[in-house]
T-cell receptor, first 117, second 114 residues
Framework: ETGVTQTPRHLVMGMTNKKSLKCEQH?????MYWYKQSAKKPLELMFV???????ENNSVPSRFSPECPNSSHLFLHLHTLQPEDSALYLC????????????????FGPGTRLTVL | GDSVTQMEGPVTLSEEAFLTINCTYT??????LFWYVQYPGEGLQLLLKATKADDKGSNKGFEATYRKETTSFHLEKGSVQVSDSAVYFC?????????????FGKGTLLTVNP
């Protein structure tokens, strides 16, 4: 149990659907992240939030829309996705945004396996 | 920019064999280095880390030494077990760049057979 949960664990959606991924961290952390893990590619950082404020959007298409209502919850709203968006979407959190000590390690959730038909 | 290169997998070993997974990096600043492990169906877990040259990170029998002169952080284990079967990711955070951004390698799949 890493303290970071993600729902759903698996999602199949059509290109015209709208769905949302949810991440919750029970660690009292201040920073949260969305990553995309595609086959045979390095993990890609998508979005970063620090104290509910977005600090990074790594050139992510607008069909992905993040939301961070508080420091414990992070959502990724999906609409009009493409088949190439099929991937494992990982959420992570860390105590602080800047890595200055071992306590700033990022903790990952189990991911949502997304398939876009 | 920053990058991490790790050996291509998959790696298949018998139980109790010696494991080495190579990792080299490029960074603009002075990075902290990490190994993460991803077991089937799970997210990434931090396995070990090192924050300065010659530091050795260790956990669960795995070790890696931060070698600044060769820009390497190779993962080793003396005797692997079936339960070590997973994907292993080398990663860095660069103090010279955005010092929260983890840069990952592509991952190496390890399969240990009984």
């Amino acid at each position: 149990e890493t303290g970071v949960t993600q729902t759903p664990r698996h999602l199949v959606m059509g290109m015209t659907n709208k769905k949302s991924l949810k991440c919750e961290q029970h660690l009292g952390h201040n920073a949260m992240y969305w990553y995309k893990q595609s086959a045979k590619k390095p993990l890609e950082l998508m979005f970063v939030y620090n104290f509910k404020e977005q600090t990074e959007n790594n050139s992510v298409p607008s069909r992905f829309s993040p939301e961070c209502p508080n420091s414990s919850h992070l959502f990724l709203h999906l609409h009009t996705l493409q088949p190439e968006d099929s991937a494992l979407y990982l959420c992570a959190s860390s105590q602080n945004l800047a890595y200055t000590s071992s306590t700033d390690t990022q903790y990952f959730g189990p991911g949502t396996r997304l398939t876009v038909l | 920019g920053d990058s991490v290169t790790q050996m291509e997998g998959p790696v298949t070993l018998s139980e109790e064999a010696f494991l080495t997974i190579n990792c080299t990096y490029t960074a603009t600043g002075y990075p902290s280095l990490f190994w993460y492990v991803q077991y089937p169906g799970e997210g990434l877990q931090l396995l070990l880390k090192a924050t300065k040259a010659d530091d050795k990170g260790s956990n669960k029998g795995f070790e890696a030494t931060y070698r600044k002169e060769t820009t390497s952080f190779h993962l080793e284990k003396g005797s692997v077990q079936v339960s070590d079967s997973a994907v292993y990711f080398c990663a860095l955070i660069d103090s010279g760049g955005s010092n929260y951004k983890l840069t990952f390698g592509k991952g190496t799949l390890l399969t240990v057979n009984p």
